[in-house]
């Protein structure tokens, strides 16, 4: 069973950081996709950051220059680094985790974790 949890989420001030932490436990195909999505209150679940097993970044525009994702493809890991807080990055932050084997697609989410930020 393929298990993925969060960790790192708090109360900030305007300007702090935080990092997130995700480990997914459980047997999963080694070439894939991790991510963070965040879903702030009254709003849709959107993507904040993804990172292939092979390196490649793609983050949404609201946070760039302030965040970055690192991953440990050893320990199955990946990372949110959330530098210059904003009090609209309030929202809880999801990790993801996606990858297609033989034609069939996975996707796998955890419980999310909340982050708050204070003017």
């Known amino acids: 069973q393929v298990q993925l949890v969060e960790s790192g989420g708090g109360l900030v001030q305007a300007g702090g950081s935080l990092r997130l932490s995700c480990e997914v436990s459980?047997?999963?195909?080694?070439?894939?996709?991790m991510g963070w999505y965040r879903q702030a209150p009254g709003k849709q679940r959107e993507l904040v950051a993804t990172?292939?097993?092979?390196?490649?970044?793609n983050t949404a525009d609201s946070v760039k220059g302030r965040f970055t994702i690192p991953r440990d493809n050893a320990k199955n890991a990946v990372y949110l680094q959330m530098n210059s807080l904003k009090p609209e990055d309030t929202a809880v932050y999801y990790c993801?985790?996606?990858?297609?084997?033989?034609?069939?697609?996975?996707?796998?989410w955890g419980r999310g974790t909340q982050v708050t930020v204070s003017s």
């Open positions: 993801n985790l996606n990858y297609y084997r033989y034609y069939i697609a996975y996707n796998y």
């Open positions: 459980g047997s999963i195909f080694s070439t894939n996709v």
């Open positions: 990172i292939t097993s092979g390196g490649s970044i």
